[in-house]
Structures are given as C-alpha cells and as structure tokens.
C-alpha cells in the first residue's frame, strides 16, 4: 500500500484489550476494546490517526491556517487546535451552537489558542461549507495560506486513518489468535467507518464491520460514505470499485438527538467505569456500546467467541454532561 504523506501524531498501535469481567456477565463473546481512546492524553481519540494525513497534506501544501468545523464539544475541533499548536499553525474553529463558559473540549479549544467563531447549531447542515469556504477565501486575501479541514477530517485524505487502523487489528487478531466476527464503532462522521470499510478490503479483514450511527440515518451515512471512498479511489488511482462495497449502517441509537444521551446511556457509562475502569462518553462512544450490549444481549452475533469494540476517545465530552451523569434531576 503506497500511503500518502504522513506525520507521526498519534500514539500507535493502541492496545487491544479484553473486558474480560463484563464478557462474563453478559455471557456472549469476548469484548475486545480497541483503545484508540489512548492515541494520546488531550490529543486523543479517532481524530487523530486521520489528522496525521489531513495536517501531513496542509504542510505539504505549504499551509499556515487550519479552518475546521463541528459541534461546540466537537472532539475532532479540539484534536485539531492542539495539533496546530503542536505543528505551528494557525488553527480557526467554526463551532455551531450556543456559545458557552469553557469547559470540556471547548477548554482545550481555548487553551491551545484556536480562534473561534460561534454559529447557530440548526444552519449546521447547510451552512458549515459555505461558511468554511467564506472564511477560506478571507484568509486568502489577507495573504495567508488556508487549508480546510471538513467535520470529523471524513473525506479522501482522513479516510488513511482507519484504512491503516485496519492493517493494525489484522495484525492484532493475528497476534493474539482470534477471528472477531464484529467490529463495532460509533459514527458521526463516516470517516471511521469509511476506512475500515476500504481497509477490510484492501487487507482481507473477515470481521463485519458495523458503525452505529449517532446522528443523521442510515441512508444519509450510506451515500456520504460512499461519496468519501469515490473521491478516496479517485485522488489516489485505486482500482477498487468502492462503489460495492456494502456498508452496515446500525440504526435506532440516535435516541432524543446528536448529544443527547438517555439514561440508559448514562447507567452504560457508570457500569463500565466500574466493572472495567474504561470511560465512555454520552455521544459517540456510550451510545455505541449499548448497541452493542443490546446486541449480545438479543443474542445478534450468534456463536461468536470475540467480537471488537473501537473506542473511538471523547472524554472531554462527559464533563459538560456532569448534571445527567449520576441520573437526572
Ligand atoms: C468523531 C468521533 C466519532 C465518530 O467518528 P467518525 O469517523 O466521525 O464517524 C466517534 N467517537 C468519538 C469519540 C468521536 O470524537
């Protein structure tokens, strides 16, 4: 596989471990958790294995200004501010919703130095492009180098990420013997999905691979996924025709809306820490283990004997939620 630039960001390979206490008392598979929650210590999660193509490309292109884009806790938002510190760029954050008192990934925001404009959260949709683009052109006038980078760092260059987090867990499973059936993630954005997606094909991954979608639909994720991977095969002249790849999509986890957690969430969160002292988050990570949970609990993967969870970070994301966290008022 001839890989792209790259800078070396991210702590890897993570860790693969069992829930071996938790496994028991669910009485399925073993639960394996893919630890991409310790890619680093603030510069932590998913994020971070995609900006080491995204940030690698601005260099390559001579780059001064980082724009991205997301939620007011968005964990990709912050990765990104304390990497352009890290690197010496100039890092703008456009975050949609209401402007609020430091806190959780907005804190580290702040503290990397990022400039940030607040936006209404319900214009997300339709305006982050034409915003991001506006700021981009601005930048450019003022005789700066911008470079985007689009919500998650889900497109053609941020899918490399997961395409070589493919690679890693097919020489994990082979280091520790095991054929997992599953491979369960949240998605929020689709790049995670997206690349192990292409990684289970240019790899021979067997494990299914399932995003559990955390905002949006299926059909919205099925077509801006497979959007990504065309533009994937085309920037880089892959042969693989991306469009047969199937992707499974697992609905009906959303719940209230994008980072809003229901109890049963937070009783998720709760349990974990206290069976296995690993920390899920109330939007991306709790929401896709209680699929997952549910799952061994109906009895969906079968005769499985391990199956893979991907903890994909957002720690930072729970402090803000600390009134819901221990039941609500
Ligand atoms: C961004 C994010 C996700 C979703 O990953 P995508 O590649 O954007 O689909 C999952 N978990 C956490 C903690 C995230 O920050």
């Known amino acids: 596989m001839n890989y792209p630039p790259r800078l070396r960001l991210a702590n890897l390979p993570t860790p ?20 991409d929650d310790l890619t680093g210590s603030a510069i932590s999660g998913n994020k971070s294995r995609k900006l ?20 007011v806790q968005s964990n990709h938002c912050r990765a990104t501010a304390l990497l352009c510190a890290q690197l ?25 130095g990022a400039r940030i404009d607040f936006y209404p959260a319900d214009t997300y949709t339709e305006m982050k492009v034409p915003i991001l683009e506006e700021w981009k052109e601005r930048y450019r006038q003022q005789g700066a180098r911008p470079f985007l980078i689009p919500s998650g760092a889900s ?4 899918l490399w990420g ?8 097919a020489g994990d499973f082979q280091r520790l013997d095991i054929e997992p059936s599953h491979i369960l993630f949240a998605t929020g954005s689709g790049g995670t999905h997206g690349g192990l997606a292409l ?20 059909r919205y994720f099925d077509a801006k996924i497979h959007a990504d991977m065309r533009d994937w095969a085309g920037r880089y002249g892959q042969a693989l025709n991306t469009d047969r790849i199937g992707l499974n999509l697992v609905e009906g986890y959303v719940g209230e ?11 998720l969160i709760r349990k ?37 969870f991907i903890h994909t970070g957002g720690i930072f994301g729970l402090f803000p939620q600390r009134g819901q966290l221990f039941g609500r008022p």
Do not use: M
């Open 16 to 35: 693969l471990l069992p829930l071996r206490r938790l496994s028991a008392e669910l009485g399925g598979p073993t639960i394996w958790l893919k630890r």
């Open 199 to 218: 990684g289970k094909e240019l790899f021979g991954l067997d494990a299914g691979i399932e995003g559990v979608i955390v905002d949006e639909d299926a």
């Open 162 to 169: 997961y395409i070589s987090a493919a690679k890693e867990l």
């Open 257 to 267: 809306g994008y980072a809003i957690a229901s109890e049963e969430v937070f009783s």
């Open 52 to 71: 080491e193509f995204s940030l690698a490309e601005a260099l390559e292109q001579g780059c001064d200004t980082v724009l991205t884009v997301g939620g």
């Open 155 to 158: 497109d053609a260059i941020g």
């Open 88 to 112: 010496g760029l100039r890092c703008h954050l456009l975050l949609f919703g209401p402007e609020a008192p430091p806190d959780g990934n907005l804190l580290l925001d702040r503290l990397a």
């Open 272 to 308: 974990l820490a206290r069976t296995e002292g690993v920390v899920l988050d109330p939007v991306y990570t709790g929401k896709a283990f209680l699929a997952l949970v549910d799952g061994i609990r109906d009895g969906r993967f079968g005769d499985s004997t391990d199956i893979v």
